[in-house]
């Protein structure tokens, strides 16, 4: 399958590690008074700061497809400074996007929001992944919250 694959021209992605959260194994310790489900009222700041080059889930599609996202923002002293978009349906979320503008990093913001998206998603008993760099240094962050690693993915992309 392979063989055929790289036959046919197909893009192969950087592998990932994928891991899961084990239920009994999260570790809610942050205070996420600062986080807030996105809506209307901070859709354009959420825009401003959306990682959005070389995506296919830009800010705007996120938004338009609030059916399967469930973004979350961090807000401090009433401005977003940060974000995670999350993926669900069919009993599995993604912890799909996340960034911290930078001169808030180191603060706890990302935990907070990783903190708020987790606790929200435990609640409605599905299942939570994420998928990062393998040798990422954010692997040490994800167990901190329980995050087991569950194998190494790889997405491929072709066009016929």
């Known amino acids: ?21 084990v239920l009994n194994d999260f570790v809610p310790s942050i205070n996420t008074k600062e986080i807030k489900e996105l809506s209307l009222n901070y859709y354009k700041e959420y825009s401003k700061i959306h990682n959005d080059e070389g995506r ?4 705007e599609k996120v938004i338009k497809a609030l059916n399967i996202f469930k973004p ?3 807000i401090y002293e009433n401005r977003v400074i940060g974000y995670i978009d999350i993926t669900y349906g069919k009993g ?14 180191n603060y706890g913001f990302a935990e907070a929001l990783i903190n708020e998206a987790v606790e929200n998603v435990l609640n409605s008993n599905n299942k939570v ?7 990422s240094s954010l692997e040490k962050m994800y167990e901190q919250f329980g995050f087991i690693k569950k194998g190494i993915s790889q997405y491929v992309s072709i066009i016929l």
């Open 1 to 21: 399958m392979i063989t055929w694959l790289q036959n046919s021209n197909a893009m192969f992605a950087e592998p990932e590690l994928c891991m899961e959260v």
């Open 56 to 59: 296919f889930w830009t800010s």
């Open 72 to 74: 979350f923002v961090a």
């Open 92 to 105: 599995i979320m993604e912890l799909y996007d996340l960034l911290v503008i930078d001169e808030y990093r």
């Open 129 to 135: 992944i994420v998928h990062i760099g393998v040798n």
